[in-house]
């Protein structure tokens, strides 16, 4: 095949990729049926509130943790890619979760993030929150991303809220792991407070937003038959396969 | 011992348990996520963070006497009966053991695993209340003497009332935000009345959520819940 045929093909691909949510008749967690997180989420606290007080000691906390391990992996956490963030929740989990190993479980991951996303989006965009990297003119842990996101809104917090979807999920597939799920999850929202892209109360609001996506996916026939055949994909592969390290 | 005097002991020995179903859930306590393990610690009062949760104290006093304030004090009252009555509005259904007997038994039990899901962290913690530590009075003053006694953070109610938020949304998906936005306002609440930082009941909702994926994966649970389901189907003609 000639090479500009390949990169044709690539190209569809990827634009089929990024088309990413299926429009069929069955999917029904259209934008409009998600919650509206802006009718029971508080507005976040504006620069001359005491309250913004605790953001930026939040803000002040995280650059002192830019140049530490943790500071490291925050900036992984930033790269929304499944397999990235499925790599740090396999520790968690106990095995290895990839669109290899686990393809239901991706599918359904990238599909209710995504979805959850809008929940969020109509907050974000009616409060309008400048990040803290925008609001202080100072650098983040991750500059190339920095002129992508410099437009959007930053409450609530986007990342904070799939991961803590993410917890969720997984914590139902895996009960008997909770724990070290969840604690997982709370970390990857805390992530976006170090690399500067997020104050702690965008993070606080994503992991509240989070909560009430799930609840309303639990209501959808769809996604109960897609979660149960993750679950059985999941169960069936920690009683096969041989468990990763645990994560540190 | 006749059977006057048996059935009067019965009922001393069931009231001493009091309001809380601790006996009546889907899960054990040891079944049920540790907040200490997955939540930070509550910010101590040398934190910058701190000021947050007194900057929430201060306001809370401003709205004890509104009718805000009222609410807050109704929704102090720990039991299924009390918590569920004040999502009726939200929820568009009267939830009642006789109205609703399927989701009623639900959020009982449910009750009780939020409470086991709030026990170990408490008790780990043992963070003073507001009110305690600042010896003033909440405007709850008949609760005070039970809830110096009980850890701060996390906060049981905001567990509780969000967990309720969170299933009764799942249920009637239509209602989401206005029940989403009841259980919101269940934890702040507490806050109001002065018995709990703000932080304890951020703390609170987010240990409801990982209750809920908890019992998400009970088969027990996942039963009444399809019960309840299909019960409201029934009652709002669907």
Same mark, same amino acid.
């Given at each position: 095949?000639?090479?500009? %045929?390949?990169?044709?093909?690539?190209?569809?691909?990827?634009?089929?990729?990024?088309?990413?949510?299926?429009?069929?008749?069955?999917?029904?967690? &259209?934008?409009?049926?998600?919650?509206?997180?802006?009718?029971?989420?508080?507005?976040?606290?504006?620069? &001359?509130?005491?309250?913004?007080?605790?953001?930026?000691?939040?803000?002040?906390?995280?650059? &002192?943790?830019?140049?530490?391990?943790?500071?490291?992996?925050?900036?992984?956490?930033?790269?929304?890619?499944?397999?990235?963030?499925?790599?740090?929740?396999?520790?968690?989990?106990?095995?290895?979760?990839?669109?290899?190993?686990?393809?239901?479980?991706?599918?359904?991951?990238?599909?209710?993030?995504?979805?959850? &996303?809008?929940?969020?989006?109509?907050?974000?965009?009616?409060?309008?929150?400048?990040?803290?990297?925008?609001?202080?003119?100072?650098?983040?842990?991750?500059?190339?991303?920095?002129?992508?996101?410099?437009?959007?809104?930053?409450?609530? %917090?986007?990342?904070?809220?799939?991961?803590?979807?993410?917890?969720?999920?997984?914590?139902?597939?895996?009960?008997?792991?909770?724990?070290?799920?969840?604690?997982?999850?709370?970390?990857?929202?805390?992530?976006?407070?170090?690399?500067?892209?997020?104050?702690?109360?965008?993070?606080?609001?994503?992991?509240?937003?989070?909560?009430?996506?799930?609840?309303?996916?639990?209501?959808?026939?769809?996604?109960?038959?897609?979660?149960?055949?993750?679950?059985?994909?999941?169960?069936?592969?920690?009683?096969?396969?041989?468990?990763?390290?645990?994560?540190? | 011992?006749?059977? #006057?005097?048996?059935?009067?002991?019965?009922?001393?020995?069931?009231? /001493?348990?009091?309001?809380?179903?601790?006996?009546?859930?889907?899960?054990?306590?040891?079944?049920? !996520?540790?907040?200490?393990?997955?939540?930070?610690?509550?910010?101590?009062?040398?934190?910058?963070?701190?000021?947050?949760?007194?900057?929430?104290?201060?306001?809370?006093? #401003?709205?004890?006497?509104?009718?805000?304030?009222?609410?807050?004090?109704?929704?102090? /009252?720990?039991?299924?009966?009390?918590?569920?009555?004040?999502?009726?509005?939200?929820?568009?259904?009267?939830?009642?053991?006789? =109205?609703?007997?399927?989701?009623?038994?639900?959020?009982?039990?449910?009750?009780?695993?939020?409470?086991?899901?709030?026990?170990?962290?408490?008790?780990?913690?043992?963070?003073?209340?507001?009110?305690?530590?600042?010896?003033?009075?909440?405007?709850?003053?008949?609760?005070?003497?039970?809830?110096?006694? =009980?850890?701060?953070? !996390?906060?049981?109610?905001?567990?509780?009332?969000?967990?309720?938020?969170?299933?009764?949304?799942?249920?009637?998906?239509?209602?989401?935000?206005?029940?989403?936005?009841?259980?919101?306002?269940?934890?702040?609440?507490?806050?109001?009345?002065?018995?709990?930082?703000?932080?304890?009941?951020?703390?609170?909702?987010?240990?409801?959520?990982?209750?809920?994926?908890?019992?998400?994966?009970?088969?027990?649970?996942?039963?009444?819940?399809?019960?309840?389901?299909?019960?409201?189907?029934?009652?709002?003609?669907?």
């Amino acid at each position: 095949m000639k090479m500009s %045929s390949l990169y044709c093909h690539l190209g569809s691909a990827l634009m089929l990729a990024a088309a990413s949510l299926p429009v069929c008749a069955e999917d029904i967690l &259209s934008k409009n049926q998600m919650t509206q997180a802006a009718q029971f989420l508080p507005a976040p606290p504006d620069t &001359s509130d005491l309250r913004f007080q605790s953001d930026l000691a939040q803000y002040h906390w995280g650059k &002192s943790m830019r140049q530490t391990p943790r500071g490291e992996r925050a900036i992984k956490d930033a790269n929304f890619d499944i397999r990235f963030v499925f790599k740090g929740f396999s520790g968690a989990v106990g095995t290895e979760l990839t669109p290899e190993t686990t393809p239901k479980l991706c599918r359904l991951m990238t599909k209710y993030c995504k979805i959850a &996303s809008y929940a969020a989006r109509r907050a974000k965009n009616e409060y309008g929150r400048k990040r803290p990297y925008v609001l202080f003119d100072e650098p983040t842990s991750v500059r190339k991303e920095e002129a992508y996101y410099y437009p959007t809104g930053s409450y609530p %917090s986007g990342h904070a809220t799939a991961g803590w979807v993410i917890g969720l999920l997984l914590s139902e597939i895996c009960p008997e792991r909770q724990d070290t799920i969840m604690s997982y999850a709370w970390q990857f929202g805390q992530s976006r407070v170090i690399v500067g892209y997020h104050f702690q109360s965008d993070v606080d609001a994503g992991r509240f937003v989070a909560s009430s996506c799930v609840a309303r996916f639990h209501a959808d026939a769809t996604f109960c038959k897609e979660m149960a055949d993750a679950k059985a994909e999941v169960r069936h592969r920690l009683e096969t396969c041989q468990k990763t390290k645990p994560a540190q | 011992m006749n059977h #006057t005097s048996t059935l009067l002991f019965l009922a001393m020995a069931l009231s /001493i348990g009091g309001q809380e179903a601790r006996g009546d859930s889907f899960l054990t306590r040891d079944d049920m !996520p540790n907040a200490v393990n997955y939540l930070p610690v509550y910010p101590y009062t040398d934190d910058t963070r701190y000021l947050d949760d007194w900057v929430q104290y201060s306001w809370g006093k #401003t709205v004890r006497n509104t009718t805000r304030g009222q609410q807050a004090v109704a929704d102090a /009252i720990y039991s299924v009966s009390s918590i569920s009555k004040g999502f009726n509005a939200a929820f568009g259904m009267t939830i009642s053991s006789s =109205n609703t007997p399927e989701l009623y038994k639900l959020l009982t039990k449910a009750l009780g695993d939020c409470s086991n899901g709030t026990y170990v962290a408490k008790n780990y913690y043992m963070r003073k209340r507001p009110f305690d530590y600042y010896g003033e009075s909440s405007a709850t003053p008949n609760d005070e003497a039970s809830l110096r006694k =009980n850890g701060s953070y !996390p906060s049981g109610h905001t567990t509780a009332g969000w967990t309720f938020a969170l299933l009764l949304a799942e249920i009637n998906p239509a209602r989401q935000d206005t029940i989403l936005s009841r259980g919101y306002q269940y934890g702040q609440s507490r806050v109001i009345v002065g018995v709990h930082y703000q932080s304890d009941v951020t703390a609170g909702r987010l240990v409801a959520s990982a209750v809920v994926a908890r019992l998400h994966a009970d088969a027990a649970f996942m039963e009444q819940l399809k019960k309840a389901k299909a019960e409201f189907a029934a009652k709002s003609g669907m």
